[in-house]
């Protein structure tokens, strides 16, 4: 999403909304990220502009969670489905390693095709 709104025209970019978002990019299998900061969502023009209230809600009933419950949710629920599948069990196990599993894939045949 960053790369999006900071890559669109000045006066069209939308303000964001930010909070309680962290990011754990060591790859150490621990659980030990920092909460993210304006700064790392770009800088000088590119710099978007951050609204400390919420203003775009959705149209459908939602709910924002602290990251720690919003992982625990995932971890628990997320899927394709009400049953796993051999993609969601491959993807919700490198969500579990904490970074030791798991890559950024460019196409399916990567990971062995769909």
Avoid: W
């Amino acid at each position: 999403m960053r790369l999006a709104i900071s890559s669109l025209p000045g006066p069209i970019r939308p303000p964001i909304y930010q909070r309680d978002n962290f990011a754990d990019t060591d790859k150490d299998g621990k659980l030990s990220g920092r909460e993210l900061v304006a700064a790392d969502f770009g800088g000088g023009e590119a710099a978007p502009t951050f609204s400390s209230t919420l203003t775009v809600a959705p149209t459908i009933q939602a709910s924002i969670e602290p990251a720690s419950v919003a992982l625990t949710n995932v971890l628990a629920n997320a899927g394709c489905s009400r049953h796993r599948d051999a993609v969601d069990t491959r993807l919700i196990d490198a969500v579990r390693s904490y970074g030791t599993r798991g890559k950024i894939i460019h196409n399916e045949a990567e990971v062995g095709g769909l």
